[in-house]
């Protein structure tokens, strides 16, 4: 079995910590763009009898889904014997119901958008709201791949003292597993609404937390908001600086600088989105749950 690794540029590093595990050649995908502004996809074209993995982080979906189909379209013309694609950042996943009359629910339309393209899908910790199971939504193998063993040995390692720290009641879901995993205590803030627009938060048992280290703790910091309304009410308890870990470092427009300017000690994040605050490696992960399919998807009742 032949297999190919073919990151587009922005996912160059996560790239060289996926190829040796997933015994892959890398060929990379090269994407410019004309001066109208459409792209221009070339792939490595020795792809005849290869098994391909794509690899995205669709943090810019919108831009990114196209140049995409291309790709994966692309090497099949090539002779690729089947394509699957690691996106380790999984957009597209916010709107999956109707919320106001006239909208599209984009959730399922985006999973067949990518479903027409590809053989299997690897991602980290999608998003999921009202749909429970990544598999509900797409019609080709899924595996979801789970961040939470290696962010909490990362924390286990680096902060002994921690107290994890979630900003809402959505987040428990993932500090819980956290957690538990890496033997640290654990608390979600508690949100209390005295009005329409007097919304406070506060931790269930500030006692608790005193003399350690505050890590929090989110799947997705996009607008960095709900961040910085818990490191308003931590700084009145007087605590260490905190840490913050985010599994998926979207930060949108300028939510990373203004975090940095908000007394935290340190901003860490998993690899799903190439940026400086990396810290948590994915590759192997992804690797093993990419493997698994690429061989899934070649097999036939007829091999041995």
Do not use: C
């Not at 540029?9 to 790239?15: E, I, N, R, T």
């Not at 909208?103 to 980290?124: H, M, R």
């Amino acid at each position: 079995m032949t297999r190919v690794l073919m990151p587009f540029p922005a996912d160059a590093v996560l790239a060289g910590n996926i190829n040796q595990p997933l015994q892959a050649r890398i060929a990379p995908v090269a994407w410019r763009h004309f001066p109208d502004g459409e792209s221009l996809v070339t792939l490595d074209d020795a792809l005849a009898g290869a098994d391909v993995a794509l690899l995205a982080s669709l943090r810019n979906a919108d831009a990114t889904a196209l140049p995409l189909r291309f790709a994966a379209r692309t090497a099949r013309e090539f002779g690729a014997r089947s394509v699957g694609l690691i996106a380790p950042y999984l957009g597209y996943m916010r709107q999956d119901t109707r919320f106001h009359r006239g909208e599209a629910v984009s959730t399922p339309l985006f999973a067949q958008f990518l479903e027409e393209a590809f053989d299997w899908l690897v991602t980290v910790d999608p998003h999921l709201h009202r749909v429970e199971r990544l598999q509900s939504l797409y019609r080709i193998p899924t595996v979801h791949v789970s961040a939470t063993p290696a962010v909490a040995r990362w924390i286990a390692e680096t902060v002994p003292d921690a107290v994890l720290i979630g900003p809402d009641s959505e987040s428990e879901q993932w500090v819980a597993d956290i957690a538990a995993l890496s033997g640290m205590p654990y608390q979600v803030l508690a949100k209390e609404r005295h009005g329409d627009y007097d919304v406070r938060v506060s931790l269930p048992d500030p006692a608790a937390v005193a003399g350690r280290t505050p890590v929090l703790i989110d799947d997705i910091v996009s607008s960095g908001h709900t961040i910085l309304e818990t490191l308003a009410h931590l700084r009145r308890l007087s605590l260490p600086s905190p840490l913050l870990v985010a599994i998926h470092p979207v930060f949108a427009g300028d939510a990373y600088a203004r975090l940095q300017e908000a007394g935290l000690a340190r901003i860490v994040s998993t690899d799903t989105i190439s940026h400086p605050s990396n810290a948590i490696a994915l590759g192997a992960d992804l690797a093993a749950a990419a493997s698994t399919l690429m061989t899934a998807s070649t097999d036939s009742p007829e091999d041995p």
